[in-house]
């Protein structure tokens, strides 16, 4: 599986778009990206998901480079309660390595007031 | 409602005393899968369970075993626990192919 990258963590005001990057320079055609978060030590939520084209949701946006080896993250409006470890994985679900999930570390993003 | 759960939540016990983590959920997803999580880090896969009797190493499987003998049930079972197996354990499941996971609520596990 394709290994991500992100920043450790980053903050946003109340109210504004918060931009989550990740990188995943390695990923391969059939590996679809996902995006979580985890509040506390809660089970993580998921977000959204993509393989090619640019996603949106009641939560946020996906936007997905054309090369596909980096991807960003939009909570349109942030609010307090955003306040959470973001997670990007990459999944395939052929091959050997169908139901393997990997996590990083995440992005810490914290919502000021 | 629909739901992944996990018991228990909370288990201290001792080296080398058996104990079984279960997972249950009611969605009737074929995927099922276990993850470790240790402080300020990410989670890691245990093993996971592509369906029914099918089931298949994740990153860390050292010291764990599992078994899907039910399309729900998914348990964890630590033959003989150590210390380094405290953790916060999720469960979760979905169903095939790219859809979302849905997790548990953690169980909390300490080994003294």
């Keep these: ?37 985890q509040i506390h030590s809660q089970g993580p939520q998921y977000i959204i998901h993509g393989l ?17 080896k980096s991807s960003t993250l939009i909570l349109p409006h942030a609010t307090l309660r955003d306040t959470a470890v973001y997670y990007c994985i990459v999944r395939s679900f052929v091959g050997t390595n169908a139901g393997k999930s990997t996590f990083g570390d995440g992005t810490t993003l914290t919502v000021k007031p | 409602e629909a739901q992944v759960t996990q ?4 288990l201290i016990t001792v080296t080398g005393k058996k104990l079984t983590v279960t997972c249950s959920q009611n969605m009737n997803h074929e995927y099922m899968s276990w993850y470790r999580q240790d402080p300020g880090l990410g989670l890691r896969q245990i093993y996971y369970s592509m369906n029914v009797e099918v089931t298949d190493k994740g990153d860390v499987p050292e010291g764990y075993k599992v078994s899907r003998k039910e399309k729900r049930n998914f348990p ?6 150590s210390p380094n197996q ?11 192919g790219p859809n979302e996971q849905y997790f548990g609520p953690g169980t909390r596990l300490t080994v003294t």
């Design chain 2, 7 to 10: 018991n228990p939540r909370y």
């Design chain 2, 76 to 81: 964890l079972i630590l033959e003989s626990p």
């Design chain 1, 1 to 37: 599986d394709a290994k991500t990258t992100q920043p450790t963590s980053m903050d946003c005001a109340e109210g504004r778009a918060a931009n989550l990057p990740c990188n995943h320079s390695t990923i391969s055609g059939n590996e679809y990206v996902y995006w979580y978060r």
């Design chain 1, 52 to 68: 090619k084209n640019n996603e949106t949701n009641e939560m946020a946006s996906l936007i997905i480079t054309e090369d596909r």
């Design chain 2, 86 to 96: 405290t953790s916060l354990y999720f469960c979760a499941s979905s169903f095939k």
